[in-house]
């Protein structure tokens, strides 16, 4: 029989009640020291449990506090602007309590009902925000609703890909600053990136609409995870107790603590199928040790096939980091010292929106005109290799023939 963990891998679900109750805490004001109310600022690596906290954990435990809360990914669909996907988000929110409202207005033989006597809302173009701005939007929705409101923005660092999205983001700052007073707060911002580069553009500058506010690092699954699991495979599996976690720590931390990739392999390593003989937990570090590999292998790849001034960039941009400017002087002379030319501002913005243009694409850029590698991962690989002397990758000669 198929194990357990094989059959449900994709549905083990590990709860995180102490943070989330933590951060509710602050968003609602509750934490003395906290700047949570004015906006929650959370970065964490693709694929590591992010999403998953945001909509398992936090989402259900405002909702349990009486609060209103929307949710929307920007990275759902990358074709849409991401200023209509905000709007689009509030007014699928504002509908379930605005239709009650539009309904008993009909009822009573009106066309128009005014809402907390400010805002009239034309009952068939319910939802829809036409000419209302975001901030009397979500003053709508917390009236209606007769409650606190928390607007979840995952991937929230691609909304400075478009003007209309940074307008959306200074639009929601605005409805903070107007709706949140001392000790009451109706509107609370939570902005969530897989990148902490892109999303410092939206905090670091006095420009940015959330200058002040800070990036929190959200923290990585831990020991507490790899218990979970462990529980779960001794109950199914009593020829296997004790299991080893420290191993299996390790091997989650070869798989960059990403739970997807690290239960696949816990699954296939508990698999009949496998044909292992004796402790799994091997096989899973194994299998960990070479994802590491081959995710390495693939940057190094994508990095050897560019061109020597892509190459120079690309270098530039993981030094630098949110520093990187593309065409200053100091920067120039970096492309002029790595490369055989000398590099002028017109090819390394030419060299630039190559890298933008790749399948995947190698660099992201915001509406600004600010550039970062668009896989945060990058950076440590870069990190590694240059703390194991190994950097810039050097082509095999056979590849130069």
Partial sequence: ????????????????AELASQLADALLGKSVFSDAHNGLFLAAPRRTGKTTFLQADLKPN???????????DLWADQRRDPGDLIAEAIGR???PPLGLIARTARKAGLDKVS?????????????????????????ALIEAAQSPVALIVDEAQHALTSEAGETAMAALKSARDQLNRPG?????????????????????????????SQIQRMPELDAGFIAHIAGLVEKQRLDLVPVDQKLLHEAFQKFGCRPQFFMDALGR????????SG?????????????????????????????PLEQAIVWRLLEQGSRFRPYDAEALR??????????????????????????????WKSARGEYAVDDAAMHRWYERRVQAGTWPPQALQHELR
């Fill in 1 to 16: 029989m198929v194990s357990c963990i094989e059959e449900n891998k994709n549905m083990v679900f590990y709860p995180r």
């Fill in 62 to 72: 405002l909702e349990h506090r009486g609060v209103v809360v929307v949710y929307l």
């Fill in 93 to 95: 929110a504002l509908q």
């Fill in 115 to 139: 809402l907390a006597g400010w805002l009239n809302i034309d009952t068939s173009k319910i939802g829809k925000l036409d000419g209302a701005t975001l901030p009397d939007a979500l003053r």
């Fill in 184 to 212: 009451d707060v109706k509107l609370m911002l939570i902005m969530s990136g897989s990148d902490r580069d892109k999303l410092l553009r939206l905090v670091n500058t006095g420009g940015a609409p959330f200058y002040g």
């Fill in 269 to 276: 390593s508990l698999s009949p199928l496998s044909a292992i």
């Fill in 279 to 307: 402790r799994f937990e091997p096989a899973v570090l194994q299998a960990g040790q070479a994802q590491q590999q081959a995710d390495e292998a693939q940057m190094e790849s994508d990095y050897l096939s560019l061109n």
């Fill in 334 to 363: 970096f492309y002029h010292d790595k490369t055989p030319k000398k590099a002028n501002a017109q090819q390394a913005q030419s060299a630039l929106e190559s890298l933008r243009q790749r399948t995947p694409a190698l660099v």
